[in-house]
């Protein structure tokens, strides 16, 4: 519940035109009229002006008797309450991504154990930070802030707690000698880069700050810090990180978290990791969901070092299935399996950058792809010689799964009269047809086992981004071709029973209503 008097200061400012800065600066002003005056209060406006005037504070900017009302409310608040009006100020400015407060026990669960605290951008935390600190009087915290007023004001709302500030600068190797016991961090996430990387395997600056804060833990040190998602799952620098991380820290814990949480700041998937000194052994994998702002903790896995080796990444989504009561038994069954490279052509869609209409080459979009089936009849057009799309033309039977977008999708091709490609945003697997029925890897990719297979390889916890290498290495069941054939059959009658019963239903629905609407008028 937020507090009323927090709204009132907030309707006067808005009075005096002020901006977040402005705001913050007003209470900046007010401690130190404080100060100066030993905890009294200045008796009217000119006095806290007069004063305002000596010390080291910029004038104030507006209206001279309703900063004076300002100062008073101010100056009644604790403390406490002003670290609580601060993060107020910074939340409605919609830009400063706030932590919740449900997130805060998991991020701070490990405070009790430590005898030194770090904690970069502390004005991302709520007034729980303040408590917490209170709360540890044999703790001493180091945190840092960045913005150029709360570093003023932040020391002496927190000058009479164990806590110390220091340099804000976590992305530089040299911004501090000290170890910490434990390390808590919500780097800056997105698209900004280092210029210069130094000895840095990226020049993402979450992932610099996640290798830099680990040169700072003690022999018994903990970094918790959250990074996205894609450190899980991502190439490149993602992968060199992951396996330095491995090979020279332990993992203790990966935590997938919603999407959700730091909405409406922003909205990105992220992974909450802890990580120790010392040998990776067994790793705790845990996935949290949001349900009426509250974290709930929905799958929790205990899997060993060489299990993570083995997966070649720290998605979460793989962890879970791979150890899924029902993709064991289908890994356990004595049915023949292989990589889908062995047995097909996996290639991406094109990217088509014009379409045209009438032209001479259609493309099936995601859009087009139904339960039933392909829609050819609405499939987008392109201008383009054949020559330069031979690589990409579909044959009948090859098999089309999204590899983007907000769901899985598979279908299976027919041969059509115009030359007909996927667009990028499908992979297509041309399967070796005396190996593997097109039909027969579409109903077991659709299936409870397939569905989940797929989803373990998605690069992302909410939007579809399956890598094609990634489907070559997926393992299906091959039996013998007269099985496959068999099954495939079953499921074409059923088809083919379906489509007749929903196009009966429609043509007497269509009939029905045509009827009514006669007998209106």
Sequence with gaps: MINTKFWELASLERGMNLNP??????????????????????????????????????????????????????NEMSNKTLVEYVCFVLSQERTSVI?????????????????TVFVNDCDKYGVELYDLISANKNTTFYLTVKNDILSKLLPILYKDENVEFISPEIYTDAFTLKKFDLIVSFPIMGGRELKSSGDFISRELSFIAAQNLLYHLTTSGKLVILLPAKIGFGSGDAEVLRHYISENYKVDEISSLPSRVFYPYMSINTYLLTISTGATENICVKKYDLDDKKLIEKDTRLIFSDELEELNA??????????????????????????????????????????????????????????????????????????????????????LITTKGFSIKVAVFEKQPRMCIASSNLCVIRTQSRLLN?????????????????????????????????????????PLLDDQIEVVNEYKQGLNLYVKTISAAESAWKAIKADVQKKLF
């Design 21 to 74: 800065d402005e705001t913050l600066y007003d209470i900046f002003r007010t401690l130190k009229i404080k100060e100066a005056l030993k905890g009294k209060m200045a008796r009217d406006p000119y006095e806290a002006l007069e004063i305002l005037k000596k010390v080291d504070a910029p004038y104030i900017k507006g209206d001279e008797k309703l900063f004076y009302e300002v100062y008073k409310r101010i």
């Design 99 to 115: 932590v919740p407060d449900f997130l805060f026990p998991l991020m701070f669960k490990y405070v009790s154990d430590a005898e």
């Design 314 to 399: 720290w998605n979460v989504d793989m962890v879970f299935s791979v150890t899924d009561e029902t993709v064991l038994a289908y890994k356990n069954s004595t049915v023949k399996k292989a990589h889908i490279n062995e047995v097909a052509e996996v290639f991406r869609g094109k990217a088509i950058t014009e379409k045209a209409e009438g032209g001479n080459v259609s493309v099936v979009n995601i859009s087009n792809i139904s339960d039933i089936g392909i829609d050819y009849a609405n499939l987008e057009t392109i201008n383009e010689e054949e020559r330069k799309v031979a690589r990409y033309l579909l044959q009948d039977g090859d098999v």
């Design 438 to 478: 097109g039909t027969y890897l579409k109903l077991f990719l659709e299936s409870e086992v397939g569905i989940k297979l797929l989803k373990s390889l998605q690069r992302g916890t909410t939007i579809v981004n399956i890598n094609y290498q990634d489907i070559c290495q997926l393992e299906v069941p091959v």
